[in-house]
T-cell receptor, first 113, second 112 residues
Framework: DAGVIQSPRHEVTEMGQEVTLRCKPI?????LFWYRQTMMRGLELLIY????????DSGMPEDRFSAKMPNASFSTLKIQPSEPRDSAVYFC???????????FGPGTRLTVT | GENVEQHPSTLSVQEGDSAVIKCTYS??????FPWYKQELGKRPQLIID?????GEKKDQRIAVTLNKTAKHFSLHITETQPEDSAVYFC???????????FGKGTKLSVKP
């Protein structure tokens, strides 16, 4: 298995632009998680899905952030409009079930100028 | 909900010494406690985990202990090596939640 796949690996965009991050979980995993990591705030859970259904989005910072999981093999995290303070590394992770070991993707490093 | 506290935030040791990182959790129903290692510029990766039905687990130079009564668990690294330098995260999962709650991380530096 290729593990969790994320794209793009790096994204540089200007303030106000829409950003879409993509994630393909490990095949057979039922839970998917989006995290944001910064030096100041550490690793923050943004949202997670069980069987493609959003379970907890309390970590989503603002309405500018949205996430979807249209099927078991694909999820997106969208920021519209983006702001410089959104600059961070965004990780996607998946697990067999919600409380099991999570496997992280390589992350997307987002820079908003 | 669950809350996980991790200490210290930074730890510097000499090569060959031991390192200990401690975490406390709030949800007495928590039953799974993984530890992740994140090297600079890379993703967090699981290094060891423990479930609430055991008190200690060891894998070569790494061990984790769990005290359910006190609601704390610790990571022990013996004979540290420079390649152990990384950020370590503890996490806890409670039956009342569907996800892991992570500590803030400990930056471990092993000096040769």
């Amino acid at each position: 298995d290729a593990g969790v796949i994320q794209s793009p690996r790096h994204e540089v965009t200007e303030m106000g632009q829409e950003v879409t991050l993509r994630c393909k979980p490990i095949s057979g995993h039922n839970s998917l998680f989006w995290y944001r990591q910064t030096m100041m705030r550490g690793l923050e859970l943004l949202i997670y899905f069980n069987n493609n259904v959003p379970i907890d989005d309390s970590g989503m910072p603002e309405d500018r952030f949205s996430a979807k999981m249209p099927n078991a093999s694909f999820s997106t995290l969208k920021i519209q409009p983006s702001e410089p303070r959104d600059s961070a590394v965004y990780f996607c992770a998946s697990s067999l079930q919600g409380g099991d070991q999570q496997y992280f993707g390589p992350g997307t490093r987002l820079t908003v100028t | 909900g669950e809350n996980v506290e991790q200490h210290p935030s930074t730890l510097s040791v000499q090569e060959g010494d031991s390192a200990v990182i401690k975490c406390t959790y709030s949800d007495s129903a928590s039953n799974y406690f993984p530890w992740y290692k994140q090297e600079l510029g890379k993703r967090p990766q699981l290094i060891i985990d423990i479930r609430s039905n055991v008190g200690e687990k060891k894998d070569q130079r790494i061990a984790v202990t769990l005290n359910k009564t006190a609601k704390h668990f610790s990571l022990h690294i013996t004979e540290t090596q420079p390649e152990d330098s990384a950020v370590y995260f503890c996490a806890a999962h409670g039956r009342s939640q569907g996800n892991l709650i992570f500590g803030k991380g400990t930056k471990l530096s092993v000096k040769p």
